[in-house]
């Protein structure tokens, strides 16, 4: 195995009967609570009232900041910031999808910072890895995708330069997350396969390019694409089955918990770069959404040309039973089954039909490189130049809907 050094620190609760032990926990930490939501989703349902309520029985104050769009705005992120600063905020509590975890970790640090950009912090630009600490954050989940609740990471988009970047920070990790299943069974469908196509690059991206060298890695992240493979069909089937809906949140915060690198070769996350640049530039893309499309066209690049094949291949040997006898075949065998997969779930089309344009190709690959490449290329086993992206991005107009998505 190579060297590592793994830090998780944030504690998760899960299971819908630990809210009085996460509001206890907050009140250990602040009197006064922030809570950042999205379009409405959680409000409608009444999930806010009732985090509210718990909240409040602690004594501790709230006020609430709505209105955090999916892949979120810079601004939208500075305006937060700034109605958390004129409340007094103590910590930041993010309540709803990935979208909103990022958003009040970029607040969190603008708070702590006494700032009033964030853009300015994300990679590629010039304060960048210069976060000096971030206010308290909490979290409670509900989507079923990014890890955004463990991660140190957010992701922040800016319309106005067309751009998503990543700010990565251990002062960005949350405090305490809460899991409950119950707030993830309103899920629209589309919402729960993009999630999963999510959960499942996390995964894969550590395993094709990580080598051989970390045996329960590859066991660990195979129960994990294992276990959303089986559980997504069975989700859509029965949406409001809290078992099969915490089985892919927990799922997803194991799948960016770190825990799947552990022990591997450092590697890029090269599909979240590409699919980054694309949702930067269309922002109405779902990132899981984004990840599905390239999915089948960058795995089959890899493998011709020659690189990860036989990862690819131990993949379609463990999760498909693959017999072919040699491994680039039983690689693209895997390629076709994953990608059948991808069909039935309704995961399955090209970037045209997101409402890309082939003509901005070359301008999604060129930010791609330009914010998350090194020497004008991203890093696969090789280098993955803007011509390469273009490559993959027409080889997503193969990939033709077969059902409706949605
Ligand atoms: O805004 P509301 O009304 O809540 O509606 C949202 C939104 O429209 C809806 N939704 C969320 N929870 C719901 C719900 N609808 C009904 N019931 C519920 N319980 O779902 C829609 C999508 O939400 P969003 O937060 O955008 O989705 P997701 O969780 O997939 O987050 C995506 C963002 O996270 C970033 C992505 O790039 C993207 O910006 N990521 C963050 C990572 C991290 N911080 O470590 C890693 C990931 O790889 C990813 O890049
Ligand atoms: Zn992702």
Not at 80 to 108: C, H, P, T, W
Not at 219 to 247: C, Q
Not at 323 to 349: C, G, K, M, V
Request: some cysteine; overall charge negative.
């Amino acid at each position: 195995m190579h060297k590592f050094d793994l830090h998780i620190p944030t504690r998760i609760l899960y299971g819908p009967e630990q809210g009085t032990k996460f509001a206890n926990h907050i009140s250990g930490l602040a009197d006064k609570v922030m809570i950042i939501i999205g379009g409405g989703s959680v409000e409608e349902k009444g999930y806010l009232q009732f985090v509210q309520s718990l909240l409040e029985s602690n004594k501790i104050q709230t006020e609430v900041f709505r209105g955090i769009e999916p892949n979120p705005h810079s601004q939208t992120i500075n305006n937060g910031a700034q109605a958390a600063r004129e409340f007094g905020a103590d910590m930041l509590l993010a309540f709803g999808g990935g979208s909103v975890m990022d958003a009040a970790k970029g607040m969190a640090a603008l708070l702590y910072m006494d700032e009033t950009d964030i853009w300015p912090y994300v990679r590629g630009e010039k304060k960048s890895g210069r976060i000096t600490g971030a206010a308290p954050i909490a979290c409670i989940p509900t989507t079923a995708a990014t890890a955004s609740e463990v991660t140190p990471v957010s992701v922040i988009s800016n319309p106005e330069v067309r751009g998503k970047s990543v700010i990565a920070s251990r002062h960005l990790r949350s405090e305490v997350s809460w899991l409950n299943p119950d707030f993830t069974t309103s899920l629209p469908s589309t919402v729960t396969r993009d999630g999963a196509s999510d959960i499942l690059s996390h995964v894969f991206e550590n395993y094709i390019l990580g080598g051989n060298d970390s045996p329960i890695a590859d066991r660990y992240s195979e129960a994990i694409i294992e276990t959303v493979l089986e559980t997504l069909p069975k989700v859509i089937d029965s949406p409001n089955d809290a078992g099969l809906r915490g089985t892919l949140l927990w799922a997803s915060t194991l799948a960016l918990n770190g825990m799947q690198q552990a022990g591997r070769q450092p590697g890029e996350f090269v599909m979240h770069s590409m699919e980054h640049a694309i949702s930067g530039f269309y922002p109405n893309v779902a990132h899981g959404r984004g990840l599905a499309t390239l999915y089948p066209a960058y795995f089959r690049w890899m493998v011709e040309h020659n690189r990860a094949t036989d990862r690819f291949a131990q993949l379609g040997t463990r999760l498909f039973n693959v017999t072919a006898d040699e491994p680039h075949r039983a690689a693209l065998e895997f390629i076709s089954r994953f990608e059948q997969w991808l069909q039935d779930n309704e995961l399955y089309q090209s970037l045209p039909d997101l409402g890309v344009s082939t003509e901005n190709y070359q301008q999604i690959a060129r930010y791609a490189i330009d914010v998350y490449g090194q020497d004008k290329t991203l890093s696969a086993l090789g280098p993955i130049t803007e011509e390469h992206i273009v490559e993959i991005f027409h080889a997503t107009e193969d990939q033709h809907t077969q059902k409706s998505v949605g």
